[in-house]
């Protein structure tokens, strides 16, 4: 081997190794934070609640920083230059006094015993079907929406542990209310008349979200940001970003910049397919090479503003997520998610490989 060639493969080596995500993104609300845009209500009519969505997607988190620089930067080509280099990841959440051992949802082979917090089962894939340790399907009642200490994925990739992993449920809860808009001479709600003279009352219904205010939101980020209050979400309330990097916890780097091998979890929701359909795993990987099974639940309806000109904004075809928990069992060895082919992403605009779309960490204890 020739020094020339010696040198290009540790500097490949290098690269690979080298984190696409530098730093954390700590989001910490000034009161409530949005959980989802709600319709219209009639004014004899107020039966109802808007569906929610929390925590706001990394594309919503990407939307808070274009706005920013919107305002700084009016020559489009520079903005442009600005926007494009950046790249997020999320959500994830944590304690406010240790934002770099953040939660993220726990992978679908993982079972936990309802009103416990404690793994009783993991799946892992035998070739022919899912089955716990015991080669059996499990039985009883288990719990949805439990998060996992990042710091503790490394004992998922077994199934014997000493100390169990830390799981948690999220730390807020929806509180709905209504934002009614009222008329300029007297204190009552406007009525608009629409084109067939129907009236339509102006009553909005928002699920506003409460956070423990012990804890934050945490996002992944490859460029620093500016710190300050932002104002974040379709009703503009206020939040403190903070931008720490990521240099300083090693485990966090390693685990990102870690092959994912044959089987995966994926820790952000994932959005494959066209442009106008929707799939469960990217088109390339139907194929020999590729897909062996995969284990996931419904998919989460996801959608998100494009920009426009003026103040008419576009919105995003409505497409679906495959949620965060999804695991993967492949063919053939992976390498890390920030390896991955970009054509494996759709592209709206930009590709959604920018907004962490499909983020996957290793589980090799998915396979028997």
């Known amino acids: ?37 709600g319709r219209f209500l009639s004014p004899d009519n107020l039966v109802g609640r808007s569906g929610t969505s929390f925590p706001p997607s990394a594309a919503s988190l990407s939307g808070l920083f ?11 080509e520079r903005l442009k230059a600005k926007l494009d280099p950046l790249y997020f990841a999320g959500p994830f959440w944590a304690k406010s006094d240790s934002p770099q051992s953040f939660y993220v949802p726990i992978p679908f082979n993982c079972l936990v015993n309802k009103g416990t917090k404690n793994i009783a ?34 004992k998922l990739k077994s199934i014997h542990w000493d100390n169990p992993p830390k799981l ?27 084109e067939d003279n129907s009236e339509r009352g102006s009553l909005f219904l928002e699920n506003g979200v409460q956070l423990n205010p012990d804890y934050c939101l945490v996002y992944l980020c490859n460029e620093k940001v500016t710190d300050g209050w932002y104002r974040f979400g379709g009703e503009g309330h206020m939040v403190e970003v903070k931008c720490l990097p990521l ?13 994912v091998g044959k089987s995966f979890a994926l820790i952000t929701p994932a959005i494959w397919g066209s442009n106008r359909l929707s799939t469960r795993f990217p088109p390339v990987w139907d194929c020999d090479r590729y897909l062996e099974t995969l284990l996931t639940e419904r998919p989460h309806p996801f959608r998100y503003r494009l920009g426009g000109e003026g103040k008419t904004k576009r919105l995003s075809r409505g497409r679906y997520a495959v949620p965060a928990g999804t695991v993967y069992v492949m063919k053939t060895p992976l390498t890390a998610w920030q390896n991955w082919d970009d054509s494996w992403f759709p592209k709206e605009g930009p590709s959604l490989k920018r907004w962490g779309c499909g983020l996957a960490l290793p589980l090799p204890s998915a396979i028997a």
């Open 66 to 76: 274009a706005a920013t620089y919107a305002e700084d930067e009016p020559d489009k």
């Open 168 to 194: 948690e449920k999220e730390p807020w809860e929806p509180i709905p209310h209504l934002h009614p808009q009222l008329r300029e001479d007297e204190r009552r709600v406007k009525i608009e008349t629409l």
């Open 1 to 37: 081997m020739s020094v020339v060639e010696k040198i290009d493969i540790d500097t490949r080596i290098h690269l690979e190794k080298e984190s696409l995500f530098k730093y954390l993104i700590i989001i910490e609300p000034l009161g409530f934070l949005y959980g989802s845009a």
């Open 121 to 154: 089962y993991q799946l892992s894939w035998d070739g022919k079907k899912w089955q716990n340790q015991n080669g059996k399907s499990p039985t009883g009642k288990f719990e949805s929406g439990t998060w996992l200490a990042i710091e503790d994925w490394e």
């Open 247 to 259: 240099e300083q916890y090693e485990y966090l780097k390693n685990l990102l910049t870690e092959n």
